[in-house]
């Protein structure tokens, strides 16, 4: 079965510059979040998509940051303009979520490495 | 204070000791807890799930949770260089909410 996939693996950018990250969750799997990871600490949730219904998005930064789900797969989380304290590992993770009858068996993908310059 | 703290490593042991990693929180609402296993330039990934309080084993692996404590631990039995990793606890309310991971404790099992 595959796994969550993402893309791009890497990406450098400057500053100010748009940037735009891919996921395509677990098939079945109802629940994607997108999380930021910054070197030595754990991910912070950014946004938490139940199908397509943006359930969780307190923590992003909504004034550079948007995201969407369209058809309740897969999703795009987007930056625009970049700072250079973007620079941190992007992740992906999907669930089956509680319509499944399982709770937070999250599965993450590889995640991005963005590093704006 | 946070929300979840960890034992901030690294943590260096010979390989067949036994390793217990820890975290501790303060929402008393968290009700799932998991460790996660994150090695180098990867995503994490789920090594041990459980509900409330208790103990879970999964071979070398045995999950605690006191929640009249706050605290939950991780052992390692028999550790390997191959668990060399960072590992992130994480926990969650009863509906999945407030999903948060501890800052992780990087792990080095030395040959």
């Known amino acids: 079965e595959a796994g969550v996939v993402q893309s791009p693996r890497y990406k450098i950018i400057e500053k100010k510059q748009p940037v735009a990250f891919w996921c395509n969750p677990i098939?079945?799997?109802?629940?994607l979040y997108w999380y930021r990871q910054n070197l030595g600490q754990g991910p912070e949730l950014l946004i938490r998509?139940?199908?397509?219904?943006?359930?969780?998005d307190s923590q992003l930064p909504k004034d550079r940051f948007s995201a969407e789900r369209l058809k309740g797969v897969d999703s795009t989380l987007k930056i625009q303009p970049a700072e250079l304290g973007d620079s941190a590992v992007y992740l992906c993770?999907?669930?089956?979520?509680?319509?499944?009858?399982?709770?937070?068996?999250?599965?993450f993908g590889p995640g991005t490495r963005l590093t704006v310059t | 204070q946070k929300e979840v703290e960890q034992d901030p490593g690294p943590l260096s042991v010979p390989e067949g000791a036994i390793v217990s990693l820890n975290c501790t929180y303060s929402?008393?609402?968290?009700?799932?807890f998991m460790w996660y296993r994150q090695y180098s330039r990867k995503g994490p990934e789920l090594l041990m799930y459980?509900?409330?309080?208790g103990n879970k084993e999964d071979g070398r692996f045995t999950a605690q949770v006191d929640k009249s404590s706050k605290y939950i631990s991780l052992f390692i039995r028999d550790s390997q260089p191959s668990d060399s990793a960072t590992y992130l606890c994480?926990?969650?309310?009863?509906?999945?909410?407030?999903?948060?991971f501890g800052p992780g404790t990087r792990l080095s099992v030395l040959p």
């Open positions: 929402n008393s609402a968290f009700q799932y």
């Open positions: 098939s079945g799997h109802n629940t």
């Open positions: 993770a999907s669930s089956f979520g509680l319509a499944g009858g399982r709770s937070d068996e999250q599965y």
């Open positions: 994480a926990m969650s309310g009863p509906y999945g909410q407030n999903f948060v």
């Open positions: 459980t509900y409330s309080s």
């Open positions: 998509y139940e199908n397509e219904e943006a359930v969780d």
